[in-house]
T-cell receptor, first 116, second 110 residues
Framework: AAGVIQSPRHLIKEKRETATLKCYPI?????VYWYQQGPGQDPQFLIS???????DKGSIPDRFSAQQFSDYHSELNMSSLELGDSALYFC???????????????FGPGTRLTVL | AQSVSQHNHHVILSEAASLELGCNYS??????LFWYVQYPGQHLQLLLK??????LVKGIKGFEAEFIKSKFSFNLRKPSVQWSDTAEYFC????????FGPGTRLSVLP
């Protein structure tokens, strides 16, 4: 079965550089979520999109922005990178519909970002 | 505000021992409850979920969880763990929004 795809899987950047992470949801899923998991920490919700509109916002820094495109893929743009941005960035997708389907989130493999 | 707590930071068991990982949440409304597992070096995977109906939910790999509404709990259980169950386990709750617990690291000794 198709799963959530994230690219790249690994990314190394210098401080103050920019990075773009991509997420391709499971086909027919209309909602995308971004999470940040620092070393030894639980995933922290950053932002979510439903039908190309931002639906919820968590602890996303102002230096980060994200959007969901017409084909439902999403991109997380990170600027002025800091050492503390080094983390695993997960994307998850879900199908928003009946209550039974709400937020059964299927996670991608993550992008490991290292900021040097 | 909605929150999720997990009782243990690190649990160490021998193979064949029984497992129970605690999860409590705070939210007054209707919730959906999830347990995710993260094996070393891998991404989060859904173990099981509860939306409604029978509060005892069976998931993959022999795991089950029981929703006790009066206690705001959703504890994960497995009668006999294996070395391959070594992983990080996250409880998550969807009420107002989707919130993860801090995780419990399970180490199973062969």
């Amino acid at each position: 079965a198709a799963g959530v795809i994230q690219s790249p899987r690994h990314l190394i950047k210098e401080k103050r550089e920019t990075a773009t992470l991509k997420c391709y949801p499971i086909p027919r899923h209309d909602t995308v979520y971004w999470y940040q998991q620092g070393p030894g920490q639980d995933p922290q919700f950053l932002i979510s999109f439903y039908e190309k509109m931002q639906s919820d916002k968590g602890s996303i820094p102002d230096r980060f922005s994200a959007q969901q495109f017409s084909d439902y893929h999403s991109e997380l743009n990170m600027s002025s990178l800091e050492l503390g941005d080094s983390a695993l960035y997960f994307c998850a997708s879900s199908l928003r519909g009946s209550r039974e389907l709400v937020d059964t989130q299927y996670f991608g493999p993550g992008t490991r970002l290292t900021v040097l | 505000a909605q929150s999720v707590s997990q009782h243990n930071h690190h649990v160490i068991l021998s193979e064949a021992a029984s497992l129970e990982l605690g999860c409590n949440y705070s939210y007054g409304g209707t919730v959906n409850l999830f347990w995710y597992v993260q094996y070393p070096g891998q991404h989060l995977q859904l173990l099981l979920k509860y939306f409604s109906g029978d509060p005892l939910v069976k998931g993959i790999k022999g795991f089950e969880a029981e929703f006790i509404k009066s206690k705001f709990s959703f504890n994960l259980r497995k009668p006999s763990v294996q070395w391959s169950d070594t992983a990080e386990y996250f409880c998550a709750v969807y009420g107002q929004n989707f919130v993860f617990g801090p995780g419990t690291r399970l180490s199973v000794l062969p």
